[in-house]
C-alpha cells in the first residue's frame, strides 16, 4: 500500500483548506485511515480518524467542529476540510493506514498504523 498526501499550502487565518491522500496498492486491506499532523519543534499529534467501513469519525479535541474527515472509497481517498484555520493549525499533516480493525480509541495511537503518506505542509497566516 502506499498513500499519497497533497493539497497542502499557505492559508490565512480563518480561511480554509482541504487537503487529500490518495491510496494505492492492496487498498482493501485498509480499515482505519487517520491523519496525523507535526508542527515545528513538535511531537506528532492525531488529528482524525475513521474506519473505511464507514461509521464512527474521531477527532483530536483541538479541531473538532472546524475540521471534517470524510471518504471516497470508489477513489481510494480520503480527505480532511480544514475550517476556521489558526496559526496553530500550521504543520506537516500526514495520512495514515491502518490493516488491523482496532476500536476507534486506539486511533490515537500512531503505532497502530501500518503505512505513512508523505505528508503535505500547511502553513496558516496570522
Known amino acids: 500500500v502506499q498513500l499519497q498526501a497533497s493539497g497542502g499550502g499557505l492559508v490565512q487565518a480563518g480561511g480554509s483548506l482541504r487537503v487529500s491522500c490518495a491510496a494505492s496498492?492492496?487498498?482493501?486491506?485498509?480499515?482505519?485511515m487517520g491523519w496525523f499532523r507535526q508542527a515545528p519543534g513538535k511531537e506528532r499529534e492525531f488529528v482524525s480518524g475513521?474506519?473505511?467501513?464507514?461509521?464512527?469519525?474521531s477527532y483530536a479535541g483541538s479541531v473538532k467542529g472546524r475540521f471534517t474527515m470524510s471518504r471516497d472509497n470508489a477513489r481510494n481517498t480520503v480527505y480532511l476540510q480544514m475550517t476556521s484555520l489558526k496559526p496553530e493549525d500550521t504543520a506537516v499533516y500526514y495520512c495514515?493506514?491502518?490493516?488491523?480493525?482496532?476500536?476507534?480509541?486506539?486511533?490515537?495511537?500512531?503505532?497502530?498504523?501500518?503505512?505513512w503518506g508523505q505528508g503535505t505542509l500547511v502553513t496558516v497566516s496570522s
Open positions: 495514515a493506514g491502518a490493516l488491523l480493525n482496532r476500536p476507534s480509541g486506539m486511533w490515537t495511537r500512531d503505532d497502530m498504523y501500518d503505512y
Open positions: 496498492g492492496r487498498t482493501s486491506a485498509l480499515n482505519v
Open positions: 475513521t474506519r473505511r467501513s464507514g461509521g464512527t469519525t
